[in-house]
């Protein structure tokens, strides 16, 4: 009888350590308890190394703790023993003479305990941000020249032509898109060269573009550099129409 009482016993406690150490503590899954863990990829899913990760306490005003992922992409920062968090990456990068901040899409936005989390993050050009507002993509804003009589500007299409690799480095795809409430959202960041045609009722009609903020002349095609933002979807070019 006492035999059958320690085998109970020793399996009870067997039981116990397996509970204690399961992946399916809350908060914890798959990760380390009391860390915030996760791997950061590129665009095309490699890992990114050097990369910093803020773990920002909610519940105390600037307070906040830093981990930088290794050579795989991944990252392991100890948590505060009191608090909520978020989890948030970004990366600079320099491209055709300007310094962009491009923020990283996490896999889940939402916060965690001091138990831990595992928080993936990736890069992407395009596509709706975590909070739905905004974009990965950047932004053209779209104006009528002051004579032009071309009210209609959803009627409009326009053609980006990449000139050269977009940001990170991948070739870029021609785009034909048209506005919507004056403004071309979510583009791939690149340089691209525009052109213009408005399908009005007289047919197709090529139209004459320049810089908005410019003087310069309207011309056929433009080159266009989007201007660094730290606003969520706004790095941004402007331009304007005529005939």
């Known amino acids: ?21 399961t992946d399916d503590e809350p908060g914890v899954a798959g990760g380390k308890k009391g860390y915030a863990t996760g791997k950061i990829t590129d665009t095309a899913g490699n890992p990114m190394k050097g990369v910093e990760v803020v773990i920002d306490n909610t519940m105390f005003h600037a307070s906040y703790s830093l981990g930088v992922t290794d050579a795989n992409g991944n990252y392991e920062i100890q948590l505060p023993s009191v608090g909520t968090f978020m989890a948030s990456a970004q990366i600079v990068k320099e ?25 993936n993050f990736q890069w992407k050009l395009t596509g709706l941000r975590p909070e739905g507002e905004g974009y990965f993509g950047a932004t053209v804003g779209i104006n009528k020249a002051l004579y032009s009589a071309i009210y209609d500007d959803e009627n409009i299409e326009f053609t980006l032509t990449p000139v050269g690799n977009l940001i990170d480095g991948s070739k870029g795809k021609v785009l034909k898109v048209k506005p919507a409430q004056g403004y071309i959202e979510d583009i791939p960041l690149g ?23 410019s003087d310069d002349a309207y011309e056929s095609t433009l080159v266009i550099d989007f201007e660094p933002s730290t606003i969520w979807g706004r790095n941004s070019f402007y331009i304007s129409y005529t005939e």
């Open 95 to 119: 491209y055709n003479g300007r310094r962009y901040e491009q923020d990283l899409n996490p896999d889940v936005f939402e916060p965690f305990s001091i138990d831990g989390a595992v928080r």
């Open 1 to 21: 009888m006492k035999k059958w009482v320690m085998m109970l016993q020793g399996a009870l406690m067997l039981g116990l350590v397996a509970a204690c150490t």
């Open 191 to 213: 340089r691209y060269e525009m052109s213009a045609y408005y399908n009005g009722e007289a047919g197709k009609m090529p139209l004459k573009l320049r810089d908005h903020f």
